[in-house]
């Protein structure tokens, strides 16, 4: 304790320091202000049915992302998740472009997410009117209502992106990451409040040893996702070598930079963008006519949705792994370097033996992601509620642990900038763009 608070006298000596954290903290405020900004015309009070739309299924973690703004009917409704959509596909066409080509697919982004808005819009007032549709005030007629609330809506997830790029400029961590981790984490304190009451209320008994159980697997899941976000960052020379199946190995130990896992929470994300899929057709329209199999791609918590998830997480996380990662490009500047692999000829060979390396440690790695990817439909077994099971895993327990560490990464780096200590003792935090030295 006495450590904690003698790094936070630290880190309020620094005045740079300060004033970052300071505006961040202001930005984050005016967003969570802004989600509770119901759009013009629209009755608060008669939003129950969208609200308990929003308690279950996948449109809960449509929620969850938008910080609560989507069962508000909230300006920032959209919340800044089609600006990640847009981003995910612009890296993917454009990944080879370099940093000459950034402020490009900054552009065409952009360009991206305003086309997504201005479908998503329609659609979620569609879904609104038929939630809500006596929520909207007499005298105004839905056909006049959709194109403002539309050009609201759009706006307000700009505005949102703004305020990510403030963040990012002017204060502490990344904005649009940081963003996203406000509106998951206010979820936090009433999910865990209903976690506790269900399990005391519960008339088996033994609510007690069940919520400590809780606990503790939350600890060791988060845990996990520590280990995820940071990584495995070099494999030794070894450990590779016994993987191809090469023995042939003497003298010091030395390591190759490869990461365990390399493609990090982008196939969780890929996976779940193509899990939506199903919502946007089905729950705006009956999902009770629906089949059998369109009704278990709604629910999160079904076997067919989670063995699929599953299985896509584990194949984008080759894919990205494979578009991420270039041996050829890795073996030239190895031997640009006068860099070399212990018993590996220079150029081609050693490309290969990346290559098969690569291939090789991504099978347990995307197991692992697969395996906290699904953590929540798990705890779910042990009657977990809905809202605090979120937490046990998945895109929004990544995203706050790997948020958490880059922002106490950059406050790190100013304390040891300024020759103050860091925020642990032993070494140094590394988050999802820190690199450790070996």
Known sequence: MKKLIETLKNIWKIEDLRQRILITMLFVAIYRFGSFVVLPGINPALLDKLQSQ??????????????GAFSNASIFALGIMPYISASIVMQLLMQREGESGRKKIMTY?????????????????????????????????????????TIILAAGSMFILWLGERITDKGIGNGISLIIMIGIIARLPQAFIQEVTSRFTAITGGGLVMFLVEIIILYLVV???????????????????????????????????LKLF?????????????????????????????????????????????????????????FYTAITLNPTQMAEDMKRNNG?????????????????????????????????????????????????SQ???????????????????????????????????????????????Y
């Open 262 to 318: 390399a493609a990090n929470v982008m196939p969780i994300i890929f996976a779940q963008a193509l899990m939506f899929i199903p919502l946007a057709f089905v729950q705006y329209a009956a999902p009770e006519n629906a089949s059998w199999f369109v009704r278990s791609m709604l629910d999160h918590h079904s076997w067919t949705y989670n063995i699929i998830f599953a299985l896509l997480i584990i194949a984008f996380t080759y």
């Open 54 to 67: 929003t308690a279950g299924g996948l449109m809960s973690l449509l929620d969850m992302f938008s910080g």
């Open 109 to 149: 982004t952009r360009y991206l997410t305003v086309a997504i808005l201005l479908f998503q819009a329609p659609s979620y007032l569609i879904n609104l009117k038929m939630q809500a549709g006596s929520a909207l005030a007499s005298g105004i007629s839905w056909s006049v209502f959709v194109f403002p609330a």
């Open 340 to 388: 070399f692999i212990p018993g590996i000829k220079p150029g081609k060979p050693t490309a290969d033996f990346i290559d098969e390396v690569m291939s090789r440690i991504t099978l347990p790695g995307s197991l692992f992601i697969a395996f906290i990817a699904i953590m929540p439909a798990l705890a779910g077994l042990l009657n977990v509620q809905d809202a605090f």
């Open 391 to 437: 937490f046990f895993g998945g895109t929004s327990l990544l995203i706050l642990v790997g948020v958490v560490l880059d922002t106490l990464q950059q406050i790190e780096s100013h304390l040891l900038m300024r020759h103050y200590d860091g925020l642990l003792n032993s070494g140094r935090i590394h988050g999802r763009g820190g690199v450790s030295a």
């Open 223 to 257: 845990c996990a996702a520590i280990v995820l976000v940071q990584g495995v960052r070099k494999v030794p020379v070894q450990y590779a070598k016994r993987l191809v199946g090469n023995q042939q190995y003497g003298g010091a130990r030395q390591y190759i930079p």
